[in-house]
Nanobody, 121 residues
Framework: QVQLVESGGGLVQAGGSLRLSCVASGRFFTTYAMAWFRQAPGKEREFVSAISWSDGSTSYADSVKGRFTISRDNAKITVNLQMNSLKPEDTAVYYC??????????????WGQGTQVTVSS
């Protein structure tokens, strides 16, 4: 089992920045990837970004490229999501996930509880 705990959400004005963090504990394997997904009210959960724990390769949704940066801290088994130039459409609950690297939610076996990000216009 892997436990994931997110932090760092909040309320920010459009154009502002937030940094999300997710700490993993339990039986975390370096073959895993860690990812961020988000879900806005009335919408499906969508892929935001992922990072491979083995080689650090990253991927991003087109909607966040150039604004969001995913990074990892190997020693702390933590993944961070730096979100800059935030837009109202970024408002959602953000979830951390661990599993096989992919852009689909079904590939990820472990999920955090989510953290709310609200961007005001």
């Amino acid at each position: 089992q892997v436990q994931l705990v997110e932090s760092g959400g909040g309320l920010v004005q459009a154009g502002g920045s937030l940094r999300l963090s997710c700490v993993a504990s339990g039986r975390f394997f370096t073959t895993y990837a860690m990812a961020w997904f988000r879900q806005a009210p009335g919408k499906e959960r969508e892929f935001v970004s992922a990072i491979s724990w083995s080689d650090g390769s990253t991927s991003y949704a087109d909607s966040v490229k150039g604004r969001f940066t995913i990074s990892r801290d190997n020693a702390k088994i933590t993944v961070n999501l730096q979100m800059n130039s935030l837009k109202p459409e970024d408002t959602a609950v953000y979830y951390c996930a661990a599993g096989l690297i992919a852009t689909t939610a079904s590939a990820y076996r472990y999920w955090g509880q989510g953290t709310q990000v609200t961007v005001s216009s």
